[in-house]
């Protein structure tokens, strides 16, 4: 057996044991979230998270109960860019950055967004998604990003999601 046969063997097998272990098949509750000033905190019944309005992380994330970020670890959305340099969003022109939550009253889902508008000091409007759906032991995220022509000129070199 080659060794990249061997290593793919392993990696479906540990897959397949995580699965096991993560992935029950229990009836999730419906999606819904709650807001203070300083949190949002979403839950779908297999996973939650919350996401600090002070620094725009996510500081807690939990699947079946079970703590992923341990330890002080947190998740966020970061960029480099020409305009302001090293930008994270949430804690980076705090002034045009807002938080919103939806929650369909049929409960197909719960999208908790934060959003930063473009200004002077930062020309890139974001808005990073996270989207919890019933049943569903995952968090799906989605980013979208603009530019309005009014703003000064910017260039992406790169942006990320980051969990620690």
């Known amino acids: 057996m080659s060794m990249r046969r061997l290593v793919m063997t392993l990696s479906t097998s540990l897959l397949v ?6 992935v029950h098949p229990t009836q999730a ?12 905190t979403a839950t779908n019944g297999l996973v939650a998270f919350t996401l600090s309005k ?3 992380s996510i500081t807690s994330l939990q699947l079946h109960g079970h703590e992923l970020l341990g330890h002080g670890g ?11 340099g090293y930008f994270v969003l949430g804690s980076g022109d705090q002034a045009n950055t807002t938080y919103s ?3 369909p009253a049929n409960g197909s889902s719960i999208d908790v967004a934060i959003t930063h ?9 974001i808005s ?3 989207v919890l759906q019933p049943g569903v032991p ?22 990320r999601f980051v969990m620690r």
């Open 128 to 130: 990073q998604h996270y």
């Open 54 to 56: 002070s620094s725009g």
């Open 138 to 159: 995952a968090i799906h995220l989605f980013t979208v990003i603009s530019h309005s022509s009014s703003l000064g000129s910017d260039s992406i070199a790169q942006f």
């Open 74 to 84: 947190s998740a966020y959305w970061d960029m480099n860019d020409s305009a302001y």
């Open 117 to 125: 508008k473009g200004s002077s000091a930062e020309p890139m409007g």
């Open 17 to 22: 044991v995580l699965s096991v272990i993560f």
């Open 101 to 103: 939550v939806t929650c």
């Open 29 to 40: 509750a419906a999606a819904c979230a709650t807001e203070t000033t300083g949190a949002i």
